[in-house]
């Protein structure tokens, strides 16, 4: 299981998308949900300033979506995950934050820097390292199975298209 600091995760600017992008949470969403798809791992992601905060409609039954609510922020949410936490060996933090990292190391949970599991979350894929009509098709705007493009199942198409329907539940 993974417990991911969101908008840090964003930031390495190594999945496709930034946090200037209007939709860069629902576009890590879908890429975690892809992920976790794909692992059988559950994943949960926490972002930085939700109104009202929680846990947001996107989560599904392998990745829980939460905001921080106004005035918190997603390391506090997070500490407080991982000081409540009872099955320590089975959870990973991905974060960049120090106090995060040294709250996952006082209870011995395994830790990842964003930038690794950037990685996890866009692998090479077969196609990236073929040709494709005597091309190189590692660009990943011509590539389907990239971090632009992650394959999606009719029920995440689903539930991607009902939040949108509905007003963003934050503000920067």
Not at 2 to 20: E, K, Q, R
Not at 70 to 83: K, L
Request: charged share 25%; proline share 4%.
């Amino acid at each position: 299981m993974y417990l991911i600091d969101g908008h840090n995760l964003i930031g390495t600017g190594l999945l496709g998308f930034t946090l200037s992008d209007d939709n860069d949470e629902m576009m890590l969403v879908n890429l975690l949900k892809s992920f976790a798809a794909r692992s059988g791992k559950r994943v949960t992601v926490i972002f930085d300033h939700g109104l009202p905060g929680g846990k947001s409609d996107a989560s599904n039954h392998a990745v829980s979506v939460i905001f921080a609510s106004q005035p918190g922020i997603a390391d506090t949410v997070m500490i407080r995950e991982i000081n409540r936490t009872r099955s320590t060996s089975q959870w990973i933090v991905v974060s960049d934050d120090q106090q995060v990292r040294q709250a996952a190391q006082g209870r011995k949970l395994q830790q990842m820097r964003c930038q690794e599991f950037a990685r996890l979350l866009n692998p090479p894929t077969a196609s990236s390292a073929s040709t494709r009509k005597g091309k190189k098709t590692s660009d990943a705007e011509d590539d389907p199975g990239s971090a632009i493009h992650p394959a999606q199942s009719a029920k995440d198409v689903e539930e991607f298209m009902r939040a949108f329907e509905k007003k963003k539940p934050h503000s920067r």
